[in-house]
């Protein structure tokens, strides 16, 4: 057993609903290691300004079904700088605290990998993100709730596109990412799924939507992830309605109801195992790494790795999108 008597628990960067689970399981899984564990606020900025209280029992009751994240989040420029991490090391020594999770995504794993080569803190981190872009686990916190609060507006909105005979392009989240783009548009009949890991087509859209206005199709759904290389959803939809005015186009951006609601039963029980298996890995001597879950196995993936490597699309599901619409 390691000589770790104090874990500190963080969130940071974008929330994702299921941070509270994981958090949860973190704290509880240390308390019945007899290990001291102390919440830090608003992750690096509050590890900066000393943002850190003790964790109880009670002080995660009632919070598995919340979405957000009960520490709070931040973005920290500060933390960025050398100054600022030795900042962060002096107080985390202040609270005694020996060893960090951190729940994030690949922001937080850069700020972890840099402070734990210049200090001698081990962290392990779980990978918290919407976007399920993290290398080292099949799913991430919070991609489940996203694509399933996606698909319901999704649907939503394909009933309105039918009542009206409307083409429909809807922007999800997914800067660099297009997993919530792809399985939502699967999901919801979409007849086309724009994604930054493939080449827009445009003039290809376009003939697929003449197509289907000559076989009578009077409403369309066109599913935009917001790093897509045309520019996103406004742009798409202007190039296509310059050319193409045989429908009534209109845009819906879902932006950060994506982020939010209460977490899915697939995340809730995701994030605690793996915030459970953080607290595990750092009592057996692990450090830097990534705690992720592979065809059903605990998996511990170096962080390097995991902030160098990005899981990438399935080009069976890509494919789907033209065979299915």
């Known amino acids: 057993m390691s000589k770790i008597k104090t874990i500190g628990v963080f ?3 974008g929330d994702a609903p299921g941070m509270n689970a994981c958090l949860r ?15 830090i606020e608003h992750g690096y900025q509050g590890m900066i300004e000393g943002k850190m209280h003790k964790m109880t029992w009670k002080s995660v009751s009632g ?4 979405g957000g994240t009960i520490l709070k989040t931040a973005r920290s420029e500060r933390f960025r700088t050398k100054e600022g991490r030795a900042i962060a090391y ?4 202040h609270y005694g605290i020996d060893a960090l999770v951190a729940i994030g995504g690949d922001g937080t794993f850069k700020g ?7 200090f001698d803190v081990p962290i392990i981190g779980c990978p918290g993100t919407i976007d399920n872009d993290i290398y080292g686990t099949d799913f991430t916190i919070g991609y489940d709730t996203a694509i399933n609060t996606a698909m319901q507006a999704i649907d939503k909105i394909k009933d309105t596109a039918n009542a009206h005979d409307r083409l429909f392009f809807i922007e999800v989240m997914g800067r660099d990412a297009g997993f919530i783009a792809l399985r939502s548009g699967i999901a919801t009949g979409a007849e086309a799924v724009l994604i930054p890991e493939t080449s827009t087509d445009v003039n290809r859209l376009i003939a697929k939507l003449e197509r289907l206005y000559q076989v009578k199709q009077r409403s369309c759904i066109v599913v935009v992830a917001e790093g897509d290389d045309t520019g996103g959803a406004f742009e798409i939809a202007k190039q296509v309605g310059n050319r193409f005015d045989k429908y009534d186009i209109r845009i ?3 932006g950060h109801i994506q982020r939010g609601g209460s977490p899915t039963c697939m995340d809730r029980v995701l994030a605690s195992r793996l915030g459970l298996e953080a ?12 705690v992720g879950k592979i065809c059903h196995k605990i998996i511990y993936t170096p962080l390097e790795k995991a902030v160098k490597h990005h899981n990438e699309v399935n080009p069976v599901l890509v494919d789907m999108i033209d065979i299915l619409s």
């Open 11 to 13: 969130t940071s960067g």
């Open 25 to 39: 399981a973190a704290v509880r899984g240390a308390l019945k290691e007899n290990i001291e564990v102390y919440g």
């Open 63 to 66: 919070i598995i079904q919340q």
């Open 90 to 93: 002096s107080q985390l020594g």
């Open 112 to 118: 972890a990998l840099e402070f734990s080569s210049e």
């Open 252 to 254: 819906s951006i879902l």
């Open 279 to 290: 607290v595990h890995g750092l009592l057996k001597g692990k450090r830097g790494v990534m």
